[in-house]
């Protein structure tokens, strides 16, 4: 009897050996990247991928950056600038990493062609001027990064994305800081975790930090340096724990923390706690009445933990791009 053997599988990309790709060319093509460039990495690299960079690097892309699932943008040791036009988007993706990188003056984009994440050409549609934005994405971290000065906002956790923590970066400069939720009808996002720790927002930040739409996030030890109209707001039946952040008002106008849109018939239903929050310059925080505060749902794995507000000052001091002097330092 003949035997015939069934062809191998490919293995999945997340058993797939990691891949060090070092970027050498700041120059893009949303269409067909060149080899040595961060498109080509973070978008036709099917595998594991860590990408560092070569030398300090200005880099303009033509179209947003479609980053792959597996892939880490490490920008240590080098001075990276992702800048004056289109920026970052994850778009159906899982397991990114986005590390010391400065994102700024990020600019709205038409419709047009670009490299999806899987490698292949996609139309993309109307993009506003977002710094990163995630879409239908899982299972990300976004760490140590400046950003500022964007023509939208500077990070948006959208369309059912989940389980995403953003530490240790910081936002300066901005009108609208942080979205969590797509809108107010999509309401897959009651499923969306989030954790914001140890990030520095300000000076001259305005709102959304963050604004909630109906699902979770923790946000705990992070350092808020004034505000104009709320530091964190929100809408559709959000539950926040604020835990152990500094909260210093500006020197006059809104001293209130919070923001809340609408009313419900049947009542409050925004689950808004306070836990160990310090509060500067007259600022004041409407927390919901009754009711429990709700707990993040971590695995021993993730689970970290909140230090007393007085030492925030301390932990948010390398917030934003890190310092570092070579690209081997662990820092």
């Keep these: 009897m003949l035997e015939i053997e069934s062809p191998m599988e490919e293995p999945s990309i997340a058993t ?90 990020c600019k709205s984009q038409a419709p047009g062609l670009v ?14 001027g977002d710094a990163i934005r995630l879409v239908t994405a899982s299972k990300i971290w976004i760490d140590h990064n400046t950003l500022h000065d964007c ?24 009108d609208k800081v942080m979205l969590l939720g797509h809108d107010d009808g999509y309401i897959r996002d009651r499923n969306m975790k989030v954790t914001v720790v140890y990030n520095h927002f300000g000076p001259n930040c305005n709102q959304r930090m963050p604004r909630i739409r109906h699902g979770y996030a923790h946000v705990a030890n992070n350092l808020y340096q004034g505000w104009m109209q709320y530091a964190i707001g929100g809408s559709k039946e959000p ?7 500094l909260f210093i008002a500006p020197k006059s106008g809104n001293k209130e923390v919070t923001w809340r849109k609408g009313s419900n018939e049947n009542g409050d239903r925004w689950e808004f706690h306070s836990v160990g929050d310090v509060f500067e310059n007259g600022a004041s925080f409407t927390a919901t009445e009754g009711g429990r505060v709700p707990k993040p749902n971590y695995s021993e794995e993730q689970r970290f ?27």
């Design 16 to 105: 797939r050996q990691l891949l060090h790709w070092e970027v050498t060319d700041p120059s893009d093509d949303p269409i067909n990247p060149k080899p040595g460039t961060l498109r080509y990495g973070a978008s036709m690299i099917q595998q594991k991928v860590w990408i560092t960079f070569k030398s300090d690097m200005k880099i303009t892309l033509a179209k947003p950056l479609l980053i792959s699932s597996f892939t880490a943008i490490d920008g240590r040791g080098t001075n990276v600038h992702i800048s004056n036009n289109a920026c970052f988007m994850i778009f159906k993706a899982t397991n990114v990493i986005i590390h010391s990188i400065r994102i700024h003056h």
């Design 115 to 128: 490299v999806g994440p899987n490698g292949k050409v996609i139309s993309l549609g109307q993009v506003d």
């Design 151 to 174: 023509e939208d906002g500077l990070l948006d956790v959208t369309r059912g994305s989940t389980d995403v923590t953003i530490s240790n970066n910081w936002f300066r400069n901005q």
């Design 239 to 245: 539950s926040l724990k604020s835990q152990s952040n």
């Design 305 to 331: 933990k909140v230090l007393d507000a007085k030492s925030v000052r301390f932990l948010t001091k390398s917030s934003g791009v890190l310092r570092c002097t070579n690209k081997k330092s662990i820092c």
